[in-house]
């Protein structure tokens, strides 16, 4: 093996592997490594965004890390554990996130059950639930999170392959989408994607993406969560920003992340007072064509709601093309009655809140 490199080479008769929770102690190219060259590797899985939320209010992250009694890296797990409030009460709305994880060398089910285990170990008394949000197959390892207590949920998600070129993509998308996208381009919208920022663009695309969020009264990030996107993401690749324009007014952006050719679609919003020139047809199509252009090979269109249940967001993204999957969820609720005082908490917090 090359040095600098990482290899998923079969392991020779490992007599036993050791867990850790501390970050500090695993070496951070060697993670680097890892991930990137695991097939379902991804970007919530690296060292990266683990110091992304490492530094932002409300969020702490949580690393479980796998190693051969050979001292070589063969499993990682990377969660998100987050609150809505600061005080002892936002005990009640913790909950950890997982996107992508966990990742284990030849998708080994001892390792993976392994990860599972010291990562209940170490979050279930702090949070309310854990949830683990598939972006790829997990399904060989469902006996392993049903081991620790986790119910697979369908939750639906819409991948493009972008190895089918521009031509073949425009024309698979619906007759709908297409003539929206011409009629942005003749009403005189122009986009822009952009690796970082300036301060005032930030602000500008916060605005926008908070008041979306505040209309269909769901929770948003603060300012200081893209802040820190922008400088530590923004600057390296891993994070683009395309920005929708009407003469010199910004009236649509859409922030998504890259990594080893995937695209993953982040946060989005659009001035309602635009619509009329259809910013939310043109940047998605726009995200496509920057894809492809950069020899990205895939773009995660992301969440398209439950089988059978009408979700009118799954409509209109499929009439971008893609294919529909159903890769689903694993959670496990650790405080049941907590969670149902969760939810109801949640729909008072709507109505006070909207």
């Not at 600098?4 to 951070?28: C, F, H, I, Q």
């Not at 993509?169 to 007759?175: C, G, K, S, T, V």
């Not at 996107?229 to 994070?239: K, R, T, Y």
């Amino acid at each position: 093996m090359k040095s600098g490199t990482w290899s998923l080479e079969k392991m020779t008769n490992p007599v036993s592997y050791t867990t850790t929770t501390d970050a500090a102690t695993v070496d951070r190219r060697e993670w680097e490594l890892f991930v990137s060259a695991h097939p379902e590797g991804n970007i919530f899985q690296t060292p990266l965004i683990h110091e992304f939320y490492n530094n932002i209010p409300l969020h702490q992250p949580v690393v479980v890390a796998c190693s051969d009694n050979g001292g070589k890296l063969c499993g990682i797990l990377v969660a998100v554990i987050q609150r809505e409030y600061k005080p002892w009460y936002g005990d009640f709305t913790a909950r950890a996130i997982i996107w992508g994880g966990p990742l284990a060398a030849e998708n080994n089910t001892e390792i993976a059950g392994l990860l599972l285990k010291k990562f209940m170990e170490a979050t279930h008394t702090k949070v309310v639930y854990s949830q683990f949000r598939n972006i790829s197959d997990m399904s060989g390892y469902r006996e392993v999170f049903q081991s620790q207590g986790y119910v697979f949920e369908d939750h639906l998600d819409i991948l493009i392959d972008l190895k089918k070129g521009e031509q073949e993509l425009w024309a698979e998308m619906h007759p709908v989408r297409k003539k929206q996208i011409n009629r942005a381009k003749k009403r005189g919208v122009t986009t822009s994607v952009k690796d970082k920022l300036s301060q005032d663009e930030l602000n500008a695309c916060y605005q926008i993406m908070a008041k979306v969020y505040r209309d269909i009264k769901l929770p948003f990030p603060d300012l200081a969560f893209f802040t820190r996107a922008n400088e530590l993401l923004g600057g390296i690749g891993c994070l683009k920003a395309i920005m929708a324009w009407s003469e010199d007014e910004l009236i649509g952006c859409r922030f998504f992340l890259v990594y080893n050719g995937l695209i993953y679609d982040w946060y989005a919003g659009s001035l309602y007072s635009h619509h009329d020139k259809y910013p939310n047809d043109i940047l998605p199509w726009e995200v496509l064509r920057w894809g492809i252009a950069s020899s990205q090979h895939t773009f995660d269109f992301g969440g398209a709601g439950k089988p059978g249940v009408a979700y009118g967001v799954r409509d209109f993204k499929l009439r971008f093309g893609g294919t529909l999957v159903n890769f689903g969820r694993y959670e496990a609720i650790h405080r049941p009655v907590i969670m149902k005082l969760a939810k109801l908490g949640f729909r008072l917090w709507r109505y006070i809140k909207f």
